[in-house]
Structures are given as C-alpha cells and as structure tokens.
C-alpha cells in the first residue's frame, strides 16, 4: 500500500475536496520547510483545509486557489512557529566533537526539538511529470531545510514563496501582510544567511541513480554484519555522523568509523534495515535487536552520497518515525 499523508476525509465529499485535494501534496511540503517536523507538518495542513473549508464560500478567486491556500498555510505555520521551538539538528547546536573518547550521551529530551526527516512518498511528484519529480525532491533536501531554521519564521517564509514557489514579490507580500518593500529586504537577508548554514556537497547523487543505491547496501550491510572495513569504503574521508538525540557529532572518516565501531555496531545481527527514501536522499528504516531477539524500531537514517562516497550520516533516533515511513515497530526475527 503506498505511504500517504494523514487525510480528513470531511473536506473529500464536497466541492471545496474536489477542488483542493490536488495541492495536499505540495502543501505538505512547504509547511515541512516552515516547521522542519513531519508530524507538525502534518497537522498545519489539517488545519490549513480546516480554515479554508470554513471561508470557502466566501472565495470568490480574486487569487488563484493555489495561491489563496498557500497563504493560509504560510499564516498557519507562522502562527505555530511562534509557540514552538525551532528544530534543530546536532551540527546546528556546535562545532563537531572534540576527539574526546567518551560515548556520546543524549540531550534532554525538553532542551532541543530535533529536525525531523520527511518520507518522499509523501510529496512525490507524478511519475509521468519528471520535472515536477526533480523540484519536489530539490526542495526538501536535508541541508536545505536544516538550513532554513536558522531563519527568523517571516525570513523563512519569504525565501521559501520567492525562491522555492517561484511567487512575485508582491504576491509575497500580500500573503504576509507587507510591502514588497521589506519583502525584497527580508529575502536579501535570508539569502546571505541561508548561504552561510546550507551547504550541500558538490556531486551530489540523487536516490534514483545506481550509484547511491550501491552506498545505501554498502552502509546497510556493514551495520547488518557489525563490519566497520564495509563502512570505510563507503564514507569519504571529510565524511560527518550526526544522530538525535545526541550533541555531539563527528567530523571526519576516522572520527566517525572510530565511534561507529566502538560504541555503535555491536555484533552481527544487532541491526536490521529496510531501504527507502528521505528528503531527496536514499535513506534506511532501522531496527535494533533487543535482549530477547526481537528487532524493534529504532529510527531513520539518511545518507548524503556524491560519487567519491557518502559525504554525511543523519541518525534520527526516534522509533515512531519508523512507523510514520509505513513500516512496522518490530520486525520478525
């Protein structure tokens, strides 16, 4: 069955669904961008179709529909924004581990609201629109949603509506509520601070090409077989390990096969994985044998592969997020 975003089904029997259901995908996705959680994300458009059904009858398309939802949505993740904290990722916290050999230990729970990873099924383009296919997994990459958090919320909104949806200014403006004035002003400002915390690495290999699946079964078989020498032939050398909910994060290839093989990959069939795909990237669902055998839930994972290797490991060690990409809690053994 394939992997869909939570629907409601009040707002499919009427007119108000025929017309809107079309653009659930790609709302979705911006209000990801805005919130960096897929859960959150999730909620904002339940609540974006809430408020449209209610003033639909009002609409008399002095916009385009498309236009008018995207503001609904753009004011309902800044509303949230305001009574939420910002997600995070380690590597957004400090600079990487110092090379203290001492395991890392786990943030907190209520000192940090970690980034979320975000199923590509979810925002999938039509398969017979390559195009579309391209910018729906462009505009979600890891690096570029890790990114915009950095961003004061109205900075962020404005850079998404002009720089990822391609609207005017002065649409822009009006979504917000501003001039076009200080539109132009915030987005000259989100773009040079996006442009300091953004970086992605040059070969970057889309989930889709040989190549990345190849890096995937590599990273999946060397944990499968607690095999660290499989992990070096796949991690490039300036590689970086990240992992919710730990502060600390490694900076190199020998930091962080060191880690992995002292703290991490246990004994052959510890872990299991299923592969997938996460914000553009390939990505694996995780399970972790516990005391009696049984593989459970242990989060996602996504890689960051160019073509001289996997460039950067993201661990996002929350369990539910494995049923959230349309796999079971536990696995036969």
């Known amino acids: 069955m394939p992997l869909q975003p939570r629907r409601d089904d009040r707002f499919g029997d009427d007119r108000f669904g025929q017309d809107t259901e079309q653009f659930r995908r790609e709302l979705l996705a911006h209000c990801y961008r805005m919130v960096g959680s897929a859960h959150d994300a999730e909620d904002l458009v339940q609540e974006t179709y809430l408020r449209a059904w209610r003033s639909y009858s009002g609409f008399r398309a002095r916009a385009s529909l498309r236009t008018w ?10 509303s949230a924004s305001a009574a939420r904290s910002v997600r995070m990722l380690p590597s957004g916290l400090a600079g990487p581990a110092d090379g203290s050999d001492h395991p890392p230990g786990p943030v907190p729970p209520d000192e940090v609201s970690w980034l979320e990873p975000l199923p590509d099924a979810w925002t999938a383009a039509p398969v017979d629109d390559p195009a579309a296919v391209v910018v729906a997994r462009e505009t979600v990459r890891l690096a570029l949603v890790a990114g915009l958090q950095h961003l004061p919320a109205r900075q962020r909104a404005i850079l998404i509506l002009r720089d990822v949806l391609a609207f005017s200014a002065a649409e822009t403006a009006e979504v917000l509520g501003t001039t076009t004035a200080a539109v132009k002003s915030g987005l000259q400002r989100a773009r040079a601070r996006l442009d300091d915390v953004a970086q992605e690495p040059a070969g970057l290999l889309p989930p889709t090409d040989r190549r990345a699946r190849a890096l995937l079964d590599g990273y999946i078989a060397a944990f499968e077989h607690s095999d660290a020498h499989l992990l070096e032939q796949v991690l490039r050398t300036d590689a970086t390990l990240e992992a919710t909910p ?3 994060w490694q900076s190199g290839r020998a930091m962080c096969l060191h880690v992995l093989d002292t703290y991490v990959l246990g004994t052959p069939g510890d872990w299991r994985m299923i592969a997938t795909t996460a914000n553009g990237h390939p990505a694996a669902a995780v399970y972790r044998r516990d005391p009696d055998g049984t593989p459970r839930a242990d989060g ?34």
């Open 69 to 78: 939802l995207y503001a609904i949505a753009t004011n309902v993740c800044l």
């Open 246 to 248: 730990f502060r600390d």
């Open 300 to 333: 996602i994972v996504v890689l960051i592969p160019t073509a001289g290797g996997v460039s950067r490991v993201v661990k996002f060690g929350d369990p539910a997020l494995v049923v959230v990409f349309g796999f079971p809690d536990v696995l036969a053994p």
